[in-house]
């Protein structure tokens, strides 16, 4: 099993509508998620982080959270083509003295 | 405040020959992770630094090596370069090396190596 693993893409949905992105880990002990987008031939940024149970909101983005079942999900509502990108899911591995370990990531289109 | 600085850009170096790059932290932050990304791969991790010392490292041969200076700039070395190598390499950086931290990538130095 993968260390953190992501649904494949590429996803597409319409403009409006809401995007859905998962995320997987295997390491039972890890506290901290984030997930980062990634433009075309840009480096990662940050849009969100959870580190407890449940749903935490910003803006259009819902990061949840369900760490029984090791998974982690970011919800983007009212998806524009501008969060066409790649989001990568991150987790701090608890058991390797908290090393960041990315998933391979999940390609979202927004077709206007 | 200025973000992570990656230096160069772009490199191009032939098979058998070693690069240094270089990564330079935000302001405040000890922790500097070094990322590889390929198409094929993904973001990989390298190692992470932390008061000049490495705290974790990546699956990659030793060919890869880093270190840490006291004003948490960082230094990756890649020696005997292969073709292979050709990638994106990402420096982050956060405040320490626990839990709620956040990395903060710099632009990356994209390597080709003919």
């Known amino acids: 099993q993968k260390e953190v693993e992501q649904n494949s893409g590429p996803l597409s949905v319409p403009e409006g509508a809401i995007a859905s992105l998962n995320c997987t880990y295997s390491?039972?002990?890890?506290?901290?998620f984030f997930w980062y987008r990634q433009y075309s031939g840009k480096s990662p940024e940050l849009i969100m982080s959870?580190?407890?149970?449940g749903d935490k909101e910003d803006g259009r983005f819902t990061a949840q959270l369900n760490k029984a079942s090791q998974y982690v999900s970011l919800l983007i509502r009212d998806s524009q083509p501008s969060d066409s990108a790649t989001y990568l899911c991150?987790?701090?591995?608890?058991?390797?003295?908290?090393?960041?370990?990315f998933g391979p990531g999940t390609s979202l289109s927004v077709i206007p | 405040k200025a973000g992570v600085t990656q230096t160069p850009r772009y490199l191009i170096k032939t098979r058998g020959q070693q690069v240094t790059l270089s990564c330079s932290p935000i302001?405040?932050?000890?922790?500097v992770s070094w990322y590889q990304q390929t198409p094929g791969q993904g973001l990989q991790f390298l190692f992470e630094?932390?008061?000049?010392?490495?705290?974790n490292k990546g699956n990659f041969p030793g060919r890869f090596s880093g270190r840490q200076f006291s004003n948490s700039r960082s230094e990756m070395n890649v020696s005997t370069l292969e073709l292979g190598d050709s990638a994106l390499y990402l420096c982050?950086?956060?405040?320490?090396?626990?839990?709620?931290?956040?990395?903060?990538f710099g632009n990356g130095t994209r390597l080709t190596v003919t």
């Open positions: 982050a950086s956060s405040l320490n090396t626990r839990g709620e931290r956040p990395l903060h």
């Open positions: 390491d039972r002990g890890s506290q901290s």
């Open positions: 959870i580190y407890s149970n």
């Open positions: 991150a987790v701090n591995w608890k058991t390797s003295y908290d090393k960041v370990i």
């Open positions: 302001s405040g932050h000890r922790s």
């Open positions: 630094y932390f008061s000049e010392t490495q705290r």
